[in-house]
Nanobody, 120 residues
């Protein structure tokens, strides 16, 4: 059974960089045909896909966030990370890491989510 755990600061100042890490337990970032995603939910809004990294280490991003977003991984630590630069209050959200088979949108595994607030 795969378990995911997000970690990172809960408060980020405007214009700074948001950095989160997802630790993977009971699974591998190189498992064939799985992708490892970041998804966020702003207050009062629906879920928004931020991006993902696949089993070959290739990252893909939401078009609306692509210019400010980077997803990377450390397979030895079984972690993948999210960075969002130049944050604004509009980036305030609960951030989830998740995993699912490539080619589907059905999430098989979710982290519990972590609140990130952008405020001075």
């Amino acid at each position: 059974q795969v378990q995911l755990q997000e970690s990172g600061p809960g408060l980020v100042k405007p214009s700074q960089t948001l950095s989160l890490t997802c630790s993977v337990f009971g699974g591998s970032l190189t498992t064939s045909d799985y992708v490892w995603s970041w998804i966020r939910q702003p207050p009062g809004k629906g879920l928004e896909w931020v991006g993902h990294i696949d089993d070959n280490g290739r990252a893909f991003y939401s078009s609306s966030l692509k210019s400010r977003t980077s997803i990377s991984r450390d397979t030895s630590k079984k972690q993948f990370s999210l960075q969002v630069t130049s944050v604004t209050p509009g980036d305030t959200a609960v951030y989830y890491c998740a995993a699912h088979r490539s080619g589907t949108s059905l999430i098989e595994y979710w982290g519990q989510g972590t609140q990130v607030t952008v405020s001075s």
